[in-house]
């Protein structure tokens, strides 16, 4: 075995141990939080895997052209491979508020919608949509 093959191995008992729990749409976000500091009034959407169906559909353009404005946060916290296809990769999440609520998307919702018909839930693409701030 050499030195390569054995620190892969680790690296991926590593990644193992330390998986996040599946986050479903509009629950709240427990990205490398691991049970600590979760609030209740911060939500994940887009949090998916090739373990869970998806919601699948049509959005509306003005949605995703917001969406790719919107601000991005939490550079090189980790990165996410596609899980569906492995073509994109994406390091940041992005971040949207309305009112007294906060949504996390991972970066790669954007390829999520555009190549693998991902739909995210009506009251995240309304707030994008309609009165987000930044
Ligand atoms: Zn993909």
């Not at 906060?102 to 919702?109: F, G, R, V, W």
């Not at 190549?115 to 701030?133: R, S, T």
Request: charged residues 25%; hydrophobic residues 30%; glycine residues 6%.
């Amino acid at each position: 075995m050499n030195k390569f093959t054995s620190f892969k191995n680790w690296a991926e008992e590593e990644q193992e141990e330390f998986k996040n729990p599946p986050i479903e749409d509009l629950e709240p976000y427990t990205y490398n939080l691991f049970g600590r500091n979760i609030n209740k009034n911060i939500l994940g959407v887009g949090w998916l895997d090739e373990n869970r169906p998806y919601n699948k559909g049509e959005v509306p353009i003005a949605f995703i052209e917001k969406l790719k404005k919107a601000k991005k946060i939490n550079h090189t916290k980790g990165w996410h491979d596609c899980p569906f296809c492995g073509k994109a990769r994406g390091s940041c999440e992005i971040i949207v508020r309305n009112n007294n609520k906060t949504y996390l998307a991972p970066e790669l919702i954007i390829h999520y919608i555009e190549n693998h018909n991902y739909a995210p839930p009506q009251e995240y693409i309304n707030v994008v949509i309609n009165n987000y701030e930044n």
